[in-house]
């Protein structure tokens, strides 16, 4: 089996046409979890100049109807390898903004350079069901 290890699935389509053996990418197997995980999902991106490409990602793989947002940090960053420790913040807040005022179940974290983020997110996730526990109550 081969996995295209980049957010947004590039070369997925030839591959699988090339090679005899199963082809999946880290965005699609990234969607179809996000989708066992929730109703709607959001994409949290380093950059909002690839939004344009994830939507598409997300409307190729059929799932727009599940899409809350995609929103991305809106500067340049000095250096992709520290984004975590320079914008992790951003990023969290990113998040948060999905889940309150996009309606997003689920986020899901655009590319290698966030791997591990998804740990501060945790929280995000506990107090919106603690939230929503109080608003049925």
């Not at 994409?43 to 344009?52: D, F, K, L």
């Amino acid at each position: 089996a081969v996995v295209v290890a980049a957010f947004g699935d590039p070369g997925l389509a030839g591959l699988r046409e090339a090679l005899p053996c199963p082809v999946t990418g880290l965005t699609e197997a990234a969607l179809a979890s996000a989708c066992l995980l929730g109703k709607r999902f959001s994409i949290v991106a380093i950059s909002q100049r690839i939004r344009a490409w994830y939507r598409e990602t997300v409307q190729a793989n059929g799932l727009e109807g599940r899409l809350a947002s995609i929103r991305g940090l809106d500067e340049a960053l000095a250096d992709i390898g520290s984004v975590q420790g320079d914008q992790g913040e951003r990023l969290v807040a990113l998040a948060e903004r999905c889940v309150a005022e996009d309606g997003a179940d689920v986020i899901v974290l655009a590319g290698a350079p966030l791997a591990g983020l998804a740990r501060k997110l945790g929280t995000i996730t506990y107090r919106s069901a603690a939230e929503w526990k109080d608003r049925l109550a």
